[in-house]
Structure formats: structure tokens, C-alpha cells
């Protein structure tokens, strides 16, 4: 039995530990995919840390050093985040004396002990997989804020760049650089940049040769057929929300545009089936963790987007009669599909999402999906070892893959535990 095993179904494993001894217990080659999202270098303290020694009583937060405490050595003010601040972090307490025992990454006192550690991590990642398989990295950037081992304030530190380069020096065929466009990115307040609208997802492969289904991420080609000048007053609708409710004197329009059933037929339709699973509206949108599940079901509602139409499908059960119609898509500014495809490419647009339990940033699901299309087939093995709220987990095991996740904190495992029982229970 291995002593990191957290949980076990016949589709999920989660362990619990240090993602680099975890891997060490796990047969090589055994993983068709990774995806994957680290944590940022200087961002975010995740709260895992045990502490040895000193007052029982302390509680060993930073702020005392704001207090007058005299910051010891063993202290570094580390600020770097989007132009932000960003953690501080101890290794002593300046309080009490307490030893800090952390197991996370992210927080190490230089970007070059992150780099490092990045690597040592991915090379028991490149053990583990398969020899035609992939790993998919999410990273961001940040800026420092105080001078950082040849840093200066205001530099941005290309930490996602650094670790690529470091990866592919140690091995790995370093094959692409995807932008993940956000397009409602985080606000910033900054007057001499422009605000930052994108992260990396690195491809990166163990082979020359791996395993990679262009037709399974494919995407419509569109034309555009002056579309926007009609619809310019509903800019609101067609640019933020493609599918969402729609303001009655475009309601019809846009339905004809875009070849959309009537929302009464697809009402219909997916109560129908929302009654054959035996689910509740409010079950649906725990499932999605949104409201939006609710308008689908009302009279003059909205309609899912192509996405959530896949994974309402997959909820519910329901057969392709209206697949095509309600997964093609018109793009922003009045471009409409052709009826071709082309094979994916390099920027991904996808807004921003997070999960109702969790602090940090979680994947939108559309993320890990199109990697894990891309990278698996079904009944594939698909491993985030820094599985968090277990985004990717939960797209794995809807896409009818197996995962694997390792977290340090049983709190973000339970996370994962929730949300891929969820499958199981309906
Ligand atoms: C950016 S979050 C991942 C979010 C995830 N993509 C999602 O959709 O929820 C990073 C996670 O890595 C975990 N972590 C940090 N260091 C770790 C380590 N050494 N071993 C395992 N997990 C670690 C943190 O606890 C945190 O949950």
C-alpha cells in the first residue's frame, strides 16, 4: 500500500504528499498526460506549513514583523506578484523560533532555487510518463518588486520562460508556447504597461514523436458577413456572452443569425432529459458552479455555450440531435462559421474561472479539456501533481480518462474528492 495514498476509485487516485516523493513511488511510464498549473514563483502561500518548536500559542504570521518585530535573517520580504504585494515568508519566526516545515514549492527565498526545484519535480514527471507522452504547463509571470539576486523593481522576472528553457536543458522537447488569452483579465492599475492579459502553457514532450490528436482540439473556420453593423446595439451580447440571455428586440435576430433552435424546443428538449437523470436544477448548477444552468431551464432563457452543451451532455445524457446547432460557434464581431475546420491554434481565449470553495486561481475547464483531448484517448491516464480544486481531474474523468492528482493539503484533496464524486453520484 502506498503510504501517500489519499483516495482510490476505479477512475481517480488522489495522494497526498510532496508531489516529487509521490512520484518516486509511482511505475515509470505509467501516465499518458500531464497538465498542470505550479505555483507561481513568489504569489501565494498556500497555507501547508507545520511549524516545529516555539509558543503553541503563536501564530507565526508575518504581521508581528510589521509590529516592530525585528526581522531576523532567517526573514526575507519576498514581494513580487503582478506588480502587487506578494507573500512574506519565514523560515524562523520572528516571534517564537518556531521552525517552518513546508513542502510547497513556489515560495523558495530565489528564482533560481524555483527553477531548480521546477526541474527536479519534472524529472520524476519525464519518469513516469509514457515515451509518447505529453506534459502540459500552465505558468504566469510576475514583476519583482524589491532587488532579488539581479532583479531590480519593476523587472518582470520571465519565470515561465526560465523554467522552459531549464525543462528543455534537462531533457524535454520544448514544443510550444500557447498564449491563454484572457479576455477579462485581472484589473490593474499600472499607467507605464499595458495590463496583462495572458499566461504560457508550455507543450512540452519526453519524445521527437508523441501522441497529439490535431482532430480532437479542431476549430471552426469563419467568415464574416457584416453582421456587426445590424447588431451593433447588442454589442454587450454578442461580444462578453455569446449564448447568454438575449435582449427581446435582438432576440429574434440573433437566433436566426446564429441558426439557434427556438430556446422554447431546447427547453424542452433538456428538461425532458434533466428528468430521465433525476436531477434537479439546483444539482446542475452545483455541478457547473454557476447560476447559469438555471436560465436554460426558464421560458425565454439562455442557451450553454458550446462547452457547457458538451458537458451537460455528459450530466444528462442526452442524444446529438442538437449537438451541431448548439456547438457551432459564431466568434466575436459578427463572424460566422463556415462549416470548415483548421487545426488549433496558438492563442486560446477563455475567460478566467474559480471554484466555490477554493482561494487561488483554478483552471477554467476548457483548459485542461483541450489539452487533455489533444493528448489522451479515452481510458488514458492523465496526472496534475499540483491538482488543487482537481480542475483537470474532474474534465479527466468526465472525458472518460483516468486521473491521478497529488496535492500537499488534504483540504484541496477533499476539493478534488467533491467535485469527482459528483460524476459518480448522478
Ligand atoms: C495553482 S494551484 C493549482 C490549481 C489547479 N490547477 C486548479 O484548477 O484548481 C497549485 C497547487 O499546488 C499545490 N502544491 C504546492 N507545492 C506542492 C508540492 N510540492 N507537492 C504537491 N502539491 C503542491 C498547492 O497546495 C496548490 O493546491
Redesign the pocket.
Known amino acids: 500500500m502506498n503510504e501517500y495514498l489519499y483516495s482510490k476509485n476505479d477512475q481517480v487516485t488522489l495522494y497526498k504528499?510532496?508531489?516529487?516523493d509521490?512520484l518516486k513511488t509511482l511505475p515509470a511510464e505509467s501516465i499518458n498526460c500531464v497538465v498542470?498549473?505550479?505555483?507561481?514563483y513568489n504569489l501565494r502561500d498556500?497555507g501547508?506549513a507545520t511549524w516545529i518548536g516555539g509558543d503553541a500559542n503563536c501564530d507565526h504570521k508575518s504581521i508581528h514583523a510589521k509590529r516592530g518585530m525585528n526581522p531576523t535573517n532567517d526573514y526575507v520580504k519576498q514581494s513580487t506578484s503582478n506588480e502587487g504585494m506578494g507573500v512574506d515568508f519565514y523560515t524562523t519566526c520572528p516571534m517564537c523560533n518556531a521552525m517552518k516545515q513546508d513542502?510547497?514549492?513556489?515560495l523558495e527565498a530565489t528564482p533560481k532555487e524555483y527553477v531548480e526545484n521546477m526541474v527536479q519535480?519534472f524529472k520524476e514527471v519525464k519518469r513516469v510518463l509514457a515515451k509518447n507522452g505529453t506534459l502540459w504547463l500552465?505558468l504566469g509571470d510576475s514583476y519583482s518588486t524589491f532587488d532579488n539576486n539581479g532583479y531590480k523593481p519593476k523587472d518582470l522576472m520571465g519565470m515561465p520562460w526560465r523554467v522552459a528553457f531549464a525543462l528543455q536543458d534537462d531533457g524535454w522537447y520544448l514544443r510550444q508556447d500557447i498564449i491563454w488569452h484572457k479576455p477579462a483579465p485581472m484589473p490593474e492599475s499600472v499607467r507605464d504597461r499595458c495590463t496583462k492579459s495572458h499566461e504560457y502553457i508550455f507543450l512540452l514532450s519526453k519524445s521527437a514523436k508523441y501522441y497529439y490528436d490535431a482532430d480532437a482540439i479542431k476549430e471552426p473556420t469563419v467568415s464574416a458577413k457584416g453582421f456587426t453593423e445590424r447588431m451593433n446595439g447588442n454589442k454587450q451580447s454578442i461580444e462578453q456572452k455569446p449564448y447568454a440571455v438575449i435582449e427581446p428586440e435582438f432576440r429574434k435576430e440573433i437566433i436566426e443569425y446564429r441558426d439557434l433552435p427556438e430556446h422554447n424546443v431546447i427547453k424542452e428538449y433538456l428538461s425532458e432529459w434533466r428528468n430521465k437523470a433525476n436531477l434537479t436544477i439546483q444539482e446542475i448548477e452545483d455541478h457547473f458552479n454557476s447560476q447559469a444552468p438555471h436560465h436554460w431551464f426558464e421560458t425565454n432563457g439562455s442557451y450553454p455555450s458550446a462547452v457547457d452543451w458538451e458537458e451537460l451532455k455528459l450530466l444528462l445524457g442526452f442524444d446529438d440531435f442538437w449537438d451541431k446547432r448548439m456547438t457551432t460557434i459564431y466568434e466575436k464581431s459578427g463572424m460566422k462559421q463556415t462549416g470548415e475546420y483548421r487545426n488549433k491554434r496558438s492563442v486560446w481565449s477563455i475567460n478566467t474561472a474559480s471554484?466555490k470553495d477554493?482561494h487561488?486561481?483554478?483552471?477554467p475547464k476548457e483548459l485542461p479539456m483541450n489539452c487533455i483531448k489533444a493528448g489522451t484517448r479515452e481510458g488514458d491516464v492523465v496526472l496534475?501533481?499540483?491538482?488543487?480544486?482537481?480542475?483537470?481531474l474532474q474534465v479527466a474523468q468526465e472525458l472518460g480518462r483516468k486521473a491521478i492528482g497529488?496535492?500537499?493539503?488534504a483540504e484541496?484533496l477533499d476539493m478534488c474528492l467533491e467535485r469527482t464524486k459528483q460524476m459518480g453520484l448522478f
Not at 498542470?36 to 507561481?40: A, D, F, G, N
Not at 496534475?384 to 483537470?392: H, M, N, P, R
Request: aromatic share 18%; no cysteine; proline share 5%.
Open positions: 504528499g510532496n508531489n516529487v509521490v498542470t498549473s505550479p505555483p507561481y498556500y501547508s513542502e510547497q514549492l513556489g519535480v500552465n471554484y477554493s487561488f486561481a483554478v483552471f496534475d501533481l499540483f491538482a488543487g480544486s482537481g480542475t483537470t497529488i496535492d500537499v493539503k484541496f
